[in-house]
């Protein structure tokens, strides 16, 4: 496109953005929340599927057509109104979460090119804060159809490290087809026990009623859960669990299986060579873990900070109650400043380090064995306004060493107040 064109359709943006400041000549209120938006049916018509079919059956009343949204808030409606009107849409110094909020709304609207362009934006910039989020990311992308990219994206993950959800604090609220997806996979990196551990964890939290003690289940309380697991039950590898662990683990919910099933899985554990009727799932396939390789550059990595450093830090990023295993390292650290070699000056730390997401700091201080550090989730910006900004992502340290038993974290508490 020439730099004309260009012009001319900047000029072009700019007088329906006008447009939509002044309210000109405006037809139809959309109510959202507390506000009211005076916009114009022609526009939203042609722009979005939505609000053609509402405004196809609405009626005017005074020459006014009134329409109220209760799936988006006023925040995420002003950023989308304005792309509407405009075609444009730019998330520079927005917060991911605000970002993230605008995909469910996006595709009440019909706007399918946006609903696209944000789950790219995303992974290939918010990738970090995905991670961090990564047990809402992973359910909220199976709300819709039309989030396929956040769901590859989150499976790719979670194939070679299903922990990050299998252990998360909310695991039981993922969506049923999200754990599908998931039990379907014939490379997901988990014991099949634990898979099963897991499974019936999530069925008794989405059934009601489910007495604590499983001594006083009856014949009712297990149909329930069997029901609830009814698409879950036939994706389960019981014949390549231990018989040790069928005895443990699966007998006491037997009556969740269908009989056949469950007596093929006790034949099979009394003869392995016999045939039977049910269907056996294949082994999941145990894929070595195939971390890319990580470019810290120090000269002697020992003398400052070790993997087991980085498996630390790489928990506390994903906000982990256990450390990482250092052979399970899920991020690529890349040396950008070093000291001794690049000087300290703020210049040289801009230059570096500036609009890079999630960096971490780490100082040694001179004189003692003390290993302090930080996590900046957002990036760092040397020609921004004197402002900070808000987030509860970030946090410092102090590494362990021999004069420091045990690390030390600080998360944010406070994230309002200086």
């Not at 991911?96 to 789950?119: A, C, H, M, R």
């Not at 019981?238 to 699966?250: C, E, L, N, R, T």
Request: charged share 25%; glycine share 2%; with cysteine.
């Amino acid at each position: 496109m020439s730099q004309i064109s260009t012009k001319l359709l900047e000029h072009f943006s700019n007088d329906f953005a006008q447009l939509l400041e002044t309210e000109y000549d405006y037809n139809i209120i959309v109510k959202v929340g507390n506000q009211n938006f005076k916009l114009h049916s022609l526009i939203l018509y042609q722009r979005s599927s939505f609000f053609r079919k509402e405004l196809s059956t609405a009626t005017k009343k005074n020459n006014i057509i009134e329409i109220t949204l209760t799936h988006t808030s006023v925040e995420s409606f002003k950023i989308l109104i304005k792309y509407i009107y405009t075609g444009k849409i730019t998330f520079e110094g927005v917060e991911p979460s605000t970002i993230f909020d605008l995909l469910v709304p996006s595709n009440k609207l019909g706007l399918v090119e946006l609903v696209e362009y944000i789950q790219s934006y995303l992974i290939d910039n918010k990738a970090n804060w995905l991670r961090l989020k990564f047990t809402q990311v992973y359910s909220a992308s199976f709300q819709e159809n039309s989030f396929k990219a956040l769901q590859t994206f989150c499976t790719e993950i979670l194939a070679k490290h299903p922990n990050l959800i299998f252990d998360s604090d909310d695991f039981t609220s993922i969506q049923e087809n999200a754990l599908i997806t998931l039990l379907k996979r014939d490379d997901l990196q988990i014991e099949e026990t634990e898979i099963w551990d897991k499974v019936i964890q999530w069925g008794k939290e989405q059934t009601p009623n489910l007495p604590s003690d499983l001594e006083q289940w009856n014949d009712e309380n297990f149909l329930a859960l069997k029901t609830t697991l009814e698409k879950c039950i036939p994706l389960i590898r019981y014949f390549q669990m231990p018989g040790k662990d069928i005895a443990i683990k699966v007998n006491p919910y037997r009556q969740i299986l269908e009989s056949n099933l469950w007596i093929d899985i006790s034949l099979k554990i009394m003869a392995p060579d016999i045939s039977v009727s049910s269907t056996i799932l294949p082994a999941r396939k145990k894929i070595p873990v195939q971390l890319p390789v990580r470019e810290v550059r120090f000269v002697k990595p020992s003398s400052i900070i070790n993997d087991e450093h980085f498996a630390e830090i790489s928990s506390w990023i994903d906000r982990r109650p256990s450390k990482y295993d250092i052979t399970e390292i899920p991020y690529k650290f890349n040396l950008l400043l070093r000291g001794s070699r690049d000087g300290f000056t703020r210049t040289i730390f801009h230059k570096l380090c500036d609009n890079i997401p999630g960096t971490v700091a780490i100082i040694k201080v001179n004189g003692k064995n003390e290993i302090l550090g930080g996590y900046n989730p957002l990036v760092w910006m040397s020609n921004s306004p004197l402002k900070w900004t808000i987030t509860t992502d970030s946090f410092i340290f102090s590494l362990k060493t021999q004069n420091l038993q045990n690390s030390i974290l600080s998360r944010i508490i406070h994230a309002n107040e200086l």
